[in-house]
């Protein structure tokens, strides 16, 4: 009798051990998410959002800027104006050409032999797309002189020059581009034609008083910026503008002169 109750009693117990078992295993099942659980997947989300909005910013950011874009970019954005004064010091005979020295040659008549270069900076912010561009020469009245050639660039881009030498120069992107080895010893003829990147250009001919003067189309402007590379996506600005002035000569002591040569440039741009 003893061991039948004592058996009783202890199946009792096994069904009782069991009975909490289950319950504990299903209440693990059904219970609520822990709150460390909901926070991560929550970060998650955020995650992912703030990962998407950084993907749609970069791809507004590397828009390659075309002619199509920029010409958007310019007629639907409010237009920056920026005016900067240009001087080139005079070059007086005697100071000029530094015959043999600098990739110049020395002096034989008829010939490119040797150049004078001069360069200023355009200070325009940094990230500043072209949608316009106009040159006002000798805004205090002076005339300009010079002897033999002259050249005016923007980089290497040629905007005027006083015979045009497509023959020898390289075309880049619809512009003439300057490049002295490209000249250097080759001869010198008075029969080219004068050449400039603008309409209505007027050049004074060599060793003559005159003034320059040239206008420069919106397209021709917004052609510019792209020739000089942000269609690639590079960043313009403070220092990547360059305006030049080279004078050549062929064999005496006036070559390669020039007066004091002035004007103002003014630039209508877009922030890229």
């Known amino acids: 009798m003893f061991y039948l109750n004592l058996i009783s009693f202890m199946v009792l117990v096994f069904a009782a051990s069991c009975g909490e078992t289950e319950t504990k295993f299903t209440s693990a099942k059904t219970g609520s998410v822990p709150a460390d659980e909901a926070l991560?997947?929550?970060?998650?989300?955020?995650?992912?959002?703030?990962?998407k909005n950084g993907i749609e910013s970069a791809a507004?950011?590397?828009?390659?800027?075309?002619?199509?874009?920029?010409?958007?970019?310019?007629?639907?954005?409010?237009?920056?104006?920026?005016?900067?004064?240009?001087?080139?010091?005079?070059l007086p005979v005697g100071q000029t050409c530094n015959w043999g020295n600098g990739g110049n040659l020395s002096a034989l008549n008829g010939f490119l032999r040797a150049r004078d270069e001069q360069s200023q900076t355009l200070n325009i912010p940094?990230?500043?797309?072209?949608?316009?561009?106009?040159?006002?020469?000798?805004?205090?009245?002076?005339?300009?002189?010079?002897?033999?050639?002259?050249?005016?660039?923007?980089?290497?881009?040629?905007?005027?020059?006083?015979?045009?030498y497509s023959n020898l120069l390289e075309t880049r992107d619809g512009f003439m581009r300057y490049d002295w080895s490209r000249l250097v010893g080759k001869n010198y003829l008075s029969s080219y034609p004068q050449y400039c990147v603008g309409q209505n250009c007027t050049i004074p001919v060599t060793q003559?008083?005159?003034?320059?003067?040239?206008?420069?189309?919106?397209?021709?402007?917004?052609?510019?910026?792209?020739?000089?590379?942000?269609?690639?996506?590079?960043?313009?600005?403070?220092g990547s503008f360059q305006f030049k002035f080279a004078t050549l000569g062929d064999n005496d002591s006036g070559d390669c002169r020039h007066s004091r040569f002035d004007f103002n440039v003014t630039v209508k741009y877009v922030m890229k």
């Open 208 to 238: 003559t008083q005159g003034t320059m003067s040239m206008q420069i189309t919106d397209e021709v402007a917004r052609n510019l910026a792209l020739a000089l590379g942000v269609g690639e996506g590079g960043e313009v600005g403070s």
């Open 126 to 164: 940094n990230g500043a797309l072209f949608c316009g561009i106009s040159l006002s020469f000798n805004p205090s009245g002076q005339s300009m002189y010079y002897d033999d050639e002259i050249f005016l660039m923007f980089n290497d881009i040629i905007f005027a020059a006083s015979q045009s």
């Open 40 to 51: 991560n997947a929550e970060s998650e989300a955020e995650g992912s959002e703030e990962r």
């Open 60 to 90: 507004e950011e590397d828009q390659v800027i075309n002619a199509e874009t920029l010409a958007a970019k310019c007629n639907n954005t409010t237009q920056l104006t920026y005016t900067q004064a240009i001087s080139f010091p005079e």
